[in-house]
């Protein structure tokens, strides 16, 4: 699998900056989003248990722009 980089948030310190990465796997469309690890207590309550493999993940909405104007390029 390949990851394709889409965006990264402009606000951030540079190398550790939320990002989107779109993946090139052929059975389903993927994304990679690199971000701030939640650990926040009362958000992790709210959202309750996580898969052992998964984990939590906070970006900002503006990385999520990157998403919507890959499928504005492909129209």
Known sequence: MRARFL?????????SSPTLYATDR????TYIAQGWIVT???T???IG?????ET???IPEDV????????????
Do not use: M
């Open 49 to 53: 248990p996580v898969p052992q493999g």
């Open 26 to 29: 052929a059975d389903r469309a």
């Open 64 to 75: 999520l722009k990157y998403y919507a104007r890959r499928y504005q390029e492909e129209s």
């Open 56 to 58: 939590i993940i906070e």
């Open 40 to 42: 926040d207590p009362q």
């Open 44 to 46: 992790l309550a709210d």
């Open 7 to 15: 965006g990264k948030d402009l606000e951030s310190q540079s190398g």
